[in-house]
Nanobody
Framework: EVQLVESGGGLVQPGGSLRLSCAASGFTFSNHVMTWVRQAPGKGLEWVSSISSGGSRTYYSDSVKGRFTIHRDNAKNTMYLQMNNLKSEDTALYYC????????????????WGQGTQVTVSS
């Protein structure tokens, strides 16, 4: 069974950091480009960051560039999102997915999706 399981979310103060993880199983993880997207309350899906299948190329939305870092470890079938200097506007449910590469074709019906992990930035 194909699974993507996000973890690492939580409550953090503005300026704080979190590291999200996405554990993959049931498919050849190393063959897929991967992406993080998020959905804030009452908002649509927003592309955050993408990474090439081998991990050598990374892409970021303007809103997170310089603060977030995407990384993957294909030997562990895991992708990460290091989130630094968090802001209140980063509050959202964060998903990992094989869809939405660099913001393209971002549909829940396409590709594989995790269940999401909640990030709340508040003081």
């Amino acid at each position: 069974e194909v699974q993507l399981v996000e973890s690492g979310g939580g409550l953090v103060q503005p300026g704080g950091s979190l590291r999200l993880s996405c554990a993959a199983s049931g498919f050849t993880f190393s063959n897929h480009v991967m992406t993080w997207v998020r959905q804030a309350p009452g908002k649509g899906l927003e592309w955050v960051s993408s990474i090439s299948s081998g991990g050598s190329r990374t892409y970021y939305s303007d809103s997170v560039k310089g603060r977030f870092t995407i990384h993957r470890d294909n030997a562990k079938n895991t992708m990460y999102l290091q989130m630094n200097n968090l802001k209140s506007e980063d509050t959202a449910l964060y998903y990992c997915t094989t869809a939405c590469f660099v913001g393209s074709s971002c549909q829940r019906a396409e590709g594989y999706w995790g269940q999401g992990t909640q990030v709340t930035v508040s003081s």
